[in-house]
């Protein structure tokens, strides 16, 4: 149970895939200017991820340790083709606003790199729940970007006008710079907050 | 065939791939921290470019193109640079095990990496002929490389200084990255005022 737990505050916190692992920020960075956007992508990647994450564990006797590469790129890009058309056929508004971005996710660092460095080496169960964790700590650190991103850039939230005009949008956030440093600041954050929940995990003991 | 240096200025300075079009971070921002790890990591993302583009231009206009599979062209493109990248993890293994085992998972990440696709892509839509593209490619490649060497230098500078403890590592990277894309951005234009036709 330990272990389970373990797994999850990983993907949430200590790993996570954006702030700690620095996988994926390229196409994150591209998406986080609308909050809803963000959303709707990090829940998409996440799927992908838990589903490859459980058939890539279930196959990993199967595949020959020298062509293990080709064949984990073929079920993400089958898992990525599937999703976006059953996206295209029940939500198509939201395949209208992530549609471009759905077809890179096959070369979503985030979703190889659980691959190889999770999924092929634990069992089934774990694997589902790392890819839960990391879906979870990816799209909530990708929406509160966004948010921040928005915020500042346009002067809205989720689409709505918060501000009222009282502040000028600052256009610097809504490029990529403005990105990195959001995320750099929010790296810090978790980096500050597993620090100080680690040193009183350590007086309790 | 445009000229030399005009490819070599443009891919360095104005269409810098991490630091303009922020294609491939993952590599930059995860191996910059030691100059060494850097260089072998750009010397095999630069080879991988251009043996992708030799790759895929043929594949393109002889079987994608001709036989209206443009949809399937990420996944085609996707697959070819994974069977590339796992020959290269193999032939490095024979060669120079200690690369890998410095580099841990980023050679396998370039599997997924979208400044390779994006070169392969990219040089096929800006160029006429084989070997322009190949060339673009190329030229790519070594932008790539002097980005990543030129971060790995600030990466260097950045662990003399003394900065907040919570801004250690992780976010102090994310911040230069920021900086430099910043400073990149007055890069725009510049090489086809000076070295256009």
Redesign the interface.
């Known amino acids: 149970m330990k272990r389970k737990m373990d797994i999850f505050l990983d993907g949430l916190l200590r790993q996570n895939p954006l702030?700690?692992l620095?996988?994926?920020?390229?196409?994150s960075?591209?998406v986080s200017t609308h909050a809803s956007d963000a959303l709707r992508m990090g829940l998409c990647v996440s799927f992908i991820l838990i589903i490859s994450n459980i058939m890539l564990s279930a196959l990993k006797r199967i595949i020959p340790q020298?062509?293990?590469?080709?064949c984990?790129?073929?079920v993400i890009?089958g898992m990525v083709?599937l999703q976006q058309m059953l996206l295209r056929a029940y939500l198509p508004g939201s395949y209208a606003s992530v549609g471009p971005y759905l077809?890179?996710t096959?070369?979503?660092?985030i979703?190889?790199?659980r691959a190889?460095?999770f999924a092929s080496r634990n069992s089934i169960a774990n694997s589902a729940l790392d890819g839960f964790s990391m879906g979870l700590g990816y799209t909530a650190i990708l929406t509160i970007t966004a948010m921040i991103r928005e915020l500042f850039g346009y002067g809205t939230l989720f689409g709505m006008d918060v501000t009222f005009g009282r502040i000028t949008p600052m256009s610097i956030f809504l490029?990529?710079?403005?990105?990195?440093?959001v995320?750099?600041?929010l790296?810090?954050?978790i980096?500050?907050i597993s620090?100080s929940a680690a040193e009183e995990g350590g007086q309790e003991k | 065939m445009r000229s030399l240096l005009w490819v070599i200025m443009s891919a360095v300075l104005a269409n810098n791939l991490v630091l303009v079009k922020f294609q491939g971070l993952t590599p930059f921002l995860g191996t910059t921290g030691r100059l060494r790890s850097a260089l072998h990591m750009s010397l095999i993302t630069w080879g991988l470019m251009t043996a992708g583009t030799a790759i895929t231009w043929p594949l393109q206009h002889f079987v994608i193109g001709p036989k209206g599979l443009d949809y399937m062209s990420v996944v085609i493109f996707a697959l070819v640079i994974a069977a590339l990248v796992q020959f290269m993890e193999r032939v490095i293994k024979s060669l120079k095990p200690g690369i890998l085992e410095e580099l841990g998972i980023y050679p396998v990440l370039l599997a997924a990496n979208s400044a390779v696709l994006g070169v392969c892509t990219d040089s096929m839509l800006a160029s006429t002929g084989y070997g322009d593209a190949v060339f673009t490619a190329f030229g790519a490649g070594l932008g790539f490389f002097i980005a990543m060497m030129m971060f790995a230098g600030i990466q260097e500078r950045i662990e003399d200084n003394d900065i907040p403890e919570s801004f250690r590592g992780v976010p102090a990277t994310l911040i230069a990255a920021a900086i430099v894309s910043l400073s990149f951005m007055g890069f725009y234009g510049i090489v086809d005022g000076i070295f256009g036709m």
């Open positions: 702030l700690v620095l996988l994926g920020v390229g196409p960075l591209s020298a062509v293990r590469i080709p984990y790129v073929t890009a083709t077809s890179l096959v070369i979503n660092c979703i190889l790199g190889e460095a490029m990529a710079p403005g990105g990195l440093f995320l750099g600041c790296a810090a954050l980096k500050k620090a």
